[in-house]
């Protein structure tokens, strides 16, 4: 047994020594360039210097109410909406079900460059087709990226078409492994449908919902394509930056890895405890 075990780790060894120099030393790297003045040449232990900064920071903050707001509203709209689809695509009555179903899914295949490109000309002001079809049912036109509101809901609205399609494939398969028979028996019982989908197919699929809802806290904590690249790097003023925006901004234009060190490691502690608590909030009754 103990020769098996070391031959095993053996063929493990490969993979562990890279993992170790590739991703386990990069994140205690990390940690520990959080305590240091990096603007100082040579980098000082400082351990209050960037955490201290944190706590008083006004860009920081405002980027913290940007990734939240778009986390309470965003999210919850996505994971309804990804149910809405996951029941449609699994409905019997629903012809060419594998199109639709690559259909929803093809929007995770798209470059976040291309579709964040593609979203910016839609809502243009002069020649975008949102105001176009704004302008054609005799509403005014909206300026889309001038104003905080509406380039949030842009943001929103893009992030959601992003990845609605893919939590509705992983819902899909949730709902395809509910047994049958749980329904046809509410069947006989008389159930309508529409109380079987809320006394079975969603505490049924509750798990699966808690997953996708974690799989988003954690895409949303760490957001920066769109808002780099629709709203042109967080616009208008700073309305729409994300901490990933922030982090990025202190760490490669500002070159204050220390600083950013911290930024990353506060995002990772957020998503790590909003999960948790969602965890917490949807756990099963003993």
Excluded: H
Excluded at 74 to 96: D, E, G, R
Excluded at 124 to 130: A, H, T, W
Excluded at 246 to 263: K, P, T
Aim: aromatic share 14%.
């Amino acid at each position: 047994m103990r020769y098996q075990n070391a031959t095993a780790y053996r063929f493990l060894a490969p993979y562990l020594l890279i993992f170790s120099i590739f991703w386990l030393w990069p994140i205690i790297n990390s940690f520990l360039i959080s305590f240091q003045a990096t603007r100082t040449v040579p980098w000082r232990f400082a351990p209050t210097f960037n955490w201290g900064r944190l706590i008083g920071d006004p860009a920081f903050f405002n980027a913290l109410k940007n990734t939240l707001l778009i986390l309470v509203i965003q999210v919850p709209v996505m994971i309804t909406l990804a149910i809405v689809m996951a029941v449609l695509l699994n409905s019997p009555l629903l012809k060419a079900r594998g199109l639709f179903r690559f259909a929803f899914f093809a929007p995770v295949v798209v470059g976040e460059v291309a579709y964040s490109a593609v979203f910016r000309l839609m809502f243009n002001l002069d020649y975008g087709i949102i105001n176009k079809l704004l302008n054609s049912v005799g509403l005014p036109r909206i300026d889309w990226f001038s104003n905080v509101t509406p380039a949030m809901a842009v943001i929103m609205i893009a992030v959601t078409w992003r990845w609605a399609g893919y939590n509705a494939i992983i819902l899909l398969a949730g709902l395809q492994s509910i047994p049958q028979d749980v329904y046809e028996a509410a069947t006989l019982d008389r159930v309508s449908k529409l109380k079987q989908f809320f006394y079975i197919t969603l505490p049924l699929l509750k798990p699966i919902i808690v997953f996708c809802a974690v799989l988003s806290i954690i895409g949303t904590m760490q957001l920066f394509t769109e808002p780099f690249l629709i709203t042109e790097r967080g616009g208008p003023g700073g309305g729409t930056e994300t901490l990933g925006l922030l982090l990025y901004r202190q760490g490669f234009r500002s070159l204050n890895f220390g600083y950013a060190s911290a930024i990353a490691y506060t995002m990772a502690g957020l998503a790590i405890a909003i999960s948790l608590v969602q965890l917490w909030l949807t756990r099963e009754p003993k």
